[in-house]
């Protein structure tokens, strides 16, 4: 059984034009001093992922609460039949809530490193982008120290590129309470 059979002709499709659009860019000569991201809302503010580290996209999948767990922790999720944690980025982030009504949950991103994996909740998902290395600025220090530890620079449109394997290996976000 491939592993294609899985998805509907409506997904294969979406697969084939992605897939067609990163062998043009391969074609192309894209340049070896390139990252390859992927675009996300976080309410207001824009982020770009290292797309080698992403394993998969997901929309309308529910989240369960998980009772007495940080505020970053949003819950876990039952991904085609494993259960991970699903953290908060607007919360994680400390990203401010917009003036509006908030802006509601446009999907999860399966990251992981290694034999981690855990899924980030977003606000929207955009597309992906080639960010140039060169073009990658500082980030500022202006934002709060917290922040710094996962954010690797900010892209020309102003999106900020995330350091997910800092996420990822981060022993401050690991939830071990043993209840005696």
């Known amino acids: 059984m491939s592993s294609f059979e899985s998805f509907s002709q409506a ?19 894209s340049d070896q001093n390139a990252l390859t991201v ?18 998969a996209v997901h929309v309308d999948i529910p989240v369960v609460t ?15 039949g494993y259960v991970l944690p699903v ?7 400390d990203v401010p809530a917009p003036q509006r009504q908030a802006a509601p949950i446009g999907g999860l991103i399966l990251a992981s ?33 917290e922040r710094l530890n996962y954010l690797q620079g900010v892209m020309p449109d102003g999106a900020i590129l995330l350091d997910v394997a800092a996420i990822l290996n981060d022993p401050a976000l690991v939830v071990d309470e043993t209840v005696g």
Do not use: K, W
């Open 113 to 145: 490193q290694e034999d981690m994996t855990i899924a980030l909740r977003v606000n929207a998902i955009h597309d992906v982008a080639m960010l140039p290395l060169e073009r990658l600025a500082p980030v500022p220090s202006t934002l709060a120290r």
């Open 11 to 29: 997904e294969q499709a979406i697969l084939q034009a992605r897939a067609a659009r990163v062998a043009a860019d391969t074609q192309s000569g």
């Open 87 to 93: 953290i908060d980025l607007a919360r994680l982030l």
């Open 66 to 80: 998980v009772p007495c767990a940080p505020p970053f922790v949003a819950g876990i999720a039952n991904i085609r």
């Open 38 to 55: 992927l675009l996300v809302s976080v309410h207001d503010e824009m982020y770009a992922l290292p797309i080698e580290a992403i394993r």
